[in-house]
């Protein structure tokens, strides 16, 4: 009761993190409100987009979403929610480590998949994306995306069996092959200050692309 009185008592860009995170990881029903789902919207959005995760995983931080049907979303806040996915999957791309707590973009697949939004669409920004970071970011998720005892799952616990078969496909893709394999040729030979590490982790994912 106390939390909730303090949630509904402040405006929506005071709610903390943490008092988020404690609405968004407790009990429910299987479907909230979805004019109370909407109303702190704008909060999740603002947190996430600064790397304030408001729930106790990354994957979860949007999970109040996912029960919703896209009828029950105006057009202008389906075009919104499109937009924030792929301008933040841009910028997660372009920040290599996420910063606060260390997630791949494993997991950042999964938090809009989990909040009913298509992550695979997504993957196609990677292709646009020169930065190091962006490359790294693809050599994480090639190497250790994936459960190592069993490829066919992904690393994330909250990672289900489809989207993990459906980044396997795009990863080998010969599309995805090609340009990856191509970036770090560019990337090794005009990037004098990558570091040793980076360098054998990007050497050894160019001969798995070429010649596996």
Not at 11 to 27: F, H, M, Q, T, W
Not at 57 to 80: H, I
Not at 183 to 203: C, F, P, S, T
Request: some cysteine.
């Amino acid at each position: 009761p106390e939390e909730e009185m303090r949630l509904a008592s402040s405006p929506v860009k005071e709610i903390s993190r943490d008092l988020l995170a404690g609405y968004n990881d407790g009990a429910r029903t299987a479907k909230t409100s979805i004019e109370e789902v909407k109303h702190f919207l704008p909060r999740y959005l603002e947190l996430i987009s600064n790397f304030e995760f408001p729930s106790h995983s990354v994957e979860l931080s949007l999970a109040r979403l996912s029960p919703f049907e896209p009828s029950e979303w105006t057009a202008a806040e389906l075009e919104l929610l499109e937009s924030f996915s792929r301008e933040y999957f841009r910028k997660c791309l372009c920040t290599h480590p996420i910063p606060a707590m260390y997630r791949g973009m494993d997991s950042i697949l999964i938090m809009f998949r989990k909040g009913g939004l298509n992550a695979m669409d997504l993957l196609d920004v990677w292709y646009d994306e020169t930065s190091e970071q962006s490359l790294l970011h693809f050599r994480d998720l090639f190497l250790e995306g994936f459960d190592p005892y069993d490829s066919s799952k992904l690393r994330s616990p909250f990672g289900d069996e489809t989207l993990a078969r459906n980044i396997r496909t795009w990863l080998s893709s010969e599309k995805t092959r090609v340009h990856f394999s191509e970036r770090i040729e560019q990337q090794i030979l005009g990037n004098a200050e990558l570091k040793e590490e980076d360098v054998r982790g990007l050497n050894l994912l160019y001969e798995i692309l070429r010649f596996s």
